[in-house]
């Protein structure tokens, strides 16, 4: 397709009553439709997920929106399937239950143009609390629920950090030569989650010389429903976390293992200092969450 400036890859799971949201804030971007295309790559939803997407596709002739289906089980090998597919020299990758400003797309590209040694680039995640976020909700645990705003300005991401993989665009040469996400780290299995396929990946680019840059004005909205923040759930994201870690150091060696074992015990340590802070401030219902977030992540270190 000549013209195209970015490819939108959505992997989705299970989500028929968020998708078609996040479908139409794509479909209303103040960039030009000629320009852009979205790869939406199915990854074994039991729901009617297909039917939803394939329903807007229709309703939505003359749009570049593609729907493709990916068996093998988990997130990593989906956005590989749904970016193999992408013919735009950009590459951005956004959740099926997130929803895009309308400048999102005409921002990016943008930014691209205006920022020539830019081989990626990460933006803000808003969380989208229904119906109202959890009173012991906080900073500090926000990030499991995909809450993240990491500077103020733009600026190039410190070595070690990096963009979420809900709002992430990477140069689609750059994607490639790197062989995309490690489908060892392949997100959520059934209810199993191996996390950390972003930050294996950013680390691959960085370690390659790469410029990450963030833009806090590269807004998408996460939909997070409060009812499904149980406990169970959130050591499943907690404890996905620490496992992924546990995968990625041990390629590294033994060594690498043990010290992310001591960062995690200082980051638990420092987890209770926050939790007897909110406690002196009159918010208890904030202390604990945050101390167990840490508890968990070291579960998931130390599981085999």
């Not at 990854?43 to 749009?63: C, M």
């Not at 005409?106 to 609390?129: C, H, M, S, T, W």
């Not at 990030?143 to 993989?165: H, I, M, Q, R, T």
Request: contains cysteine.
């Amino acid at each position: 397709m000549v013209g195209l400036k970015i490819s939108v890859v959505i992997c989705t799971y299970n989500r028929a009553a968020y998708i078609r949201e996040a479908l139409q804030s794509l479909y209303d971007q103040t960039l030009s439709k000629e320009l852009f295309e979205v790869i939406i790559a199915n990854n074994n939803s039991t729901d009617n997920t297909k039917e939803v997407v394939q329903q807007f596709i229709t309703q939505h002739s003359g749009t570049h929106f593609i729907y493709v289906d990916e068996f093998t089980q988990g997130a990593s090998f989906a956005r590989n399937t749904g970016a193999a597919l992408a013919k735009a020299p950009l590459l951005c990758f956004m959740d099926d239950d997130a929803i895009a400003n309308a400048d999102y797309l005409e921002r990016i590209v943008n930014f691209f143009e205006q920022y020539k040694d830019a081989d990626g680039l990460g933006g803000r995640i808003i969380p989208k609390y229904i119906p109202e976020e959890p009173k012991w909700m906080s900073f500090y645990v926000s990030s499991l629920v995909g809450n993240f705003d990491y500077s103020k300005e733009v600026c190039v991401f410190a070595e070690g950090k990096y963009p979420l993989e809900s709002n992430m665009i990477i140069k689609t040469a750059d994607f490639r030569n790197v062989n995309g996400f490690n489908t060892e780290l392949p997100g959520v299995v059934g209810t199993l989650r191996i996390g950390g396929e972003g930050k294996e990946f950013f680390y691959k680019l960085q370690s390659a010389g790469k410029k990450i840059y963030y833009d806090p004005n590269i807004i998408v909205q996460h939909i997070v429903e409060t009812k499904k923040l149980t406990k169970e759930y959130m050591y499943r994201v907690a404890s996905g976390i620490g496992r992924g870690e546990r995968r990625r150091v041990l390629t590294i060696g033994q060594f690498a293992y043990i010290k992310k074992n001591i960062e995690y015990f200082i980051k638990l340590g420092a987890s209770i200092i926050l939790g007897l802070k909110y406690s002196l401030q009159g918010k208890p219902a904030k202390a604990f969450p945050v101390i167990q977030f840490r508890i968990d992540a070291w579960k998931g270190l130390l599981e085999k």
